[in-house]
């Protein structure tokens, strides 16, 4: 799991709303619920069905982000938490690669989502 928490000056409404549009811009599909937004990406069949030494299998390992926004004092808090959808196989035990590509994966969904959030 990756977190990462940001403070901001804007409204709880405008941090979900610049969240939402940034990973819209980067090619993803944010479910919004009430002040949470929640992405699901990649598929584990077809990461085992092209494994890790192909581009397709690659780029399906299943990671999630779920982003909640809380009012602050003057403007809002931003946590978003990055996980693996994998479930409890060994190989997300025992391959570095997998983990290295997982890594890789939840950090480049929490960059998109915070990339319109002006820190304080």
Do not use: W
Request: charged share 25%; hydrophobic share 40%.
């Amino acid at each position: 799991m990756a977190h990462e928490t940001v403070c901001t000056g804007l409204s709880p409404e405008q941090a979900i709303e610049a969240v939402r549009l940034s990973l819209v811009a980067d090619g993803y599909r944010p479910q919004i619920k009430e002040q949470t937004i929640v992405v699901r990406q990649g598929s584990d069949l077809v990461k085992r069905l092209f494994g890790l030494m192909l581009a397709a299998g690659r780029n399906a390992v299943p990671v999630g982000l779920t982003v909640s926004v809380e009012e602050a004092v003057d403007g809002s808090q931003v946590r978003l938490d990055a996980y693996d959808r994998l479930g409890p196989y060994l190989d997300t035990k025992t391959s570095k690669r997998l983990a290295i590509i997982v890594d890789e994966r939840m950090q480049r969904l929490i960059e998109s989502a915070k990339k319109n959030i002006q820190p304080r």
